[in-house]
C-alpha cells in the first residue's frame, strides 16, 4: 500500500441548484477552452479549502462565490459522496443540493454562459461534467466520523463499544475501525517490537538497529491504516456512523514518543508522516474524544494484562505527555473523572450519562458548525 501514501487526495464539492417544486435545475456551460469539460454542462462547485471548517462550508462558500446566493448551512442538503481514483489521485467529491427560488447571477462571463434552468432528464442526455452527473446516482448516508483516542489502557476499545450499542438501540448503522490488524498480524510485529524494544534498553543492540525497526513498524501501521480508511470510503454503501478506535494520526503520537525515547528523530517522524496532510480531512470532519484516565491507572490495567510493570511507570508518564501536547494540538477534549473507583451500577450510569448527556451521540455533528 505504498502507493497510497503517495497519492494526492483533493476534495471538491457540487451543488446541484434546484427550483422548488419543479424537476429543473440551474446549469450553465463552461467556455474556457484551456480548461477541462469544455461545453459541458456543470452546476456550482469548486475545491475544498484548507480555511473551510467543513465540506458543506466549502458548498455554502461555493455557491456565494459562483452565483451571489448566500444559503443557510441547514439549507444544504446531503445527497453523496463519489470517488475517482486514478493516477495516484483520489478525488473526492461531495454532492449536496439546495432548493431556492433565488436567480443565480452570471459572476464569471469569461469562463461560462449564463445560468439556464433546465430539466434534469434534459441536461442528462448532453455532455455532462462528472460531479454533475454522479450526483443524480443514489442518496447515500452522510457517515459521521467519531475518532476515540487516548493512551493505552484508558478504556477505549470499551467506550467505543458502549457508543455502538448506544447508537445502534438508536437506529444508527454502526461500523469501526480500529488497529485489530496489529493483533492478527501473522508476523507478530509489535510482538517483535517490544522485544526489541526490550533489548535496546538492556543495550543488546544499537539505537540505529532501534530505528530501524521503529521505523518498519510504524510505516506498516501507516500503510494498514490508509489501505483500509481507503477501502472503506471506496465503498458505495456506508454507515450513519464510523467509530474510530484511534487512527492514521496515532501514528504521530508514538512516533513523538519514540523521539522522546531517543531512537527516533524529528527528521524521521516528517518523512514517514509526510503525506499526512493529504489526509487531514478526516480529523475536519470527525468528532474527536480523547479518552483519559490517571496514568497510574493505566499502569495496573496494563499490569493485569501482564505487559508491563511499574517500572516502567516512566514510559507511560511519558506517553501521556506526549499525547497531552497532541490534544493540545488538535485541540481534543481531555475527559478525566474518577470512574475507575466507581461500584459497577454508578459505572453504567455514567457510561450513559457521559454517552447520551455529555456527548450527545445521536445528534454528533460531523462538522464543527
Not at 158 to 184: A, G, N, P
Not at 338 to 343: E, F, I, K, R, V
Request: one cysteine or more; proline letters at 3%.
Amino acid at each position: 500500500m505504498e502507493e497510497l501514501n503517495n497519492i494526492k487526495i483533493k476534495e471538491y464539492v457540487s451543488i446541484i441548484l434546484r427550483r422548488p417544486n419543479t424537476p429543473k435545475i440551474w446549469v450553465n456551460k463552461r467556455i474556457n477552452l484551456n480548461k477541462e469539460f469544455h461545453k459541458h454542462w456543470q452546476c456550482p462547485g469548486g475545491h475544498v479549502k484548507d480555511t473551510d471548517i467543513s465540506a458543506k462550508h466549502a458548498a455554502q462558500r461555493e455557491i456565494l462565490e459562483e452565483t451571489g446566493i448566500q444559503p443557510e448551512l441547514e439549507e444544504l442538503e446531503f445527497i453523496r459522496t463519489n470517488y475517482y481514483f486514478r493516477e495516484k489521485e483520489w478525488k473526492i467529491v461531495h454532492c449536496y443540493s439546495l432548493t431556492t427560488k433565488k436567480v443565480p447571477k452570471l459572476i464569471e462571463p469569461r469562463e461560462i454562459t449564463d445560468w439556464q434552468l433546465k430539466k434534469i432528464k434534459e441536461v442528462q442526455k448532453e455532455p455532462v461534467i462528472d460531479s454533475l452527473k454522479d450526483a443524480f446516482k443514489g442518496r447515500q448516508y452522510e457517515t459521521k466520523i467519531i475518532m476515540i483516542e487516548g493512551s493505552c489502557g484508558a478504556g477505549k476499545s470499551t467506550f467505543v463499544r458502549k457508543c455502538k450499542e448506544y447508537l445502534t438501540k438508536y437506529k444508527k448503522t454502526v461500523e469501526i475501525l480500529d488497529e485489530s490488524f496489529i493483533t492478527k498480524d501473522f508476523s507478530k510485529r509489535i510482538i517483535n517490537y517490544e522485544s526489541s524494544l526490550k533489548k535496546y534498553k538492556e543495550k543488546e543492540i544499537t539505537k540505529e538497529q532501534m530505528k530501524e525497526i521503529a521505523i518498519e513498524l510504524e510505516e506498516w501501521i501507516r500503510d494498514k491504516w490508509m489501505k483500509q480508511i481507503f477501502e472503506f470510503y471506496m465503498r458505495d454503501r456506508k454507515p450513519s456512523i464510523l467509530l474510530m478506535d484511534r487512527n492514521l494520526f496515532s501514528t504521530l503520537i508514538f512516533m513523538k514518543l519514540m523521539e522522546e525515547e531517543g531512537f527516533f528523530s524529528k527528521e524521521k517522524q516528517k518523512e514517514v508522516s509526510t503525506n499526512y496532510n493529504n489526509w487531514s480531512w478526516l480529523i475536519r470532519e470527525s468528532l474527536v474524544i480523547w479518552w483519559k484516565i490517571p496514568v497510574e491507572e493505566t499502569i495496573k490495567r496494563v499490569e493485569k494484562r501482564r505487559r508491563t510493570g511499574k517500572k516502567d511507570l516512566k514510559y507511560y508518564k511519558n506517553l501521556d505527555e506526549v499525547y497531552r501536547k497532541y490534544s493540545e494540538e488538535l485541540d481534543i477534549e481531555q475527559i478525566l473523572f474518577g470512574y475507575n473507583d466507581m461500584p459497577p451500577t454508578k459505572r453504567r450510569k455514567t457510561d450513559e450519562e457521559t454517552i447520551t448527556g455529555r456527548y450527545n451521540l445521536e445528534k454528533v455533528k460531523a462538522t464543527k458548525e
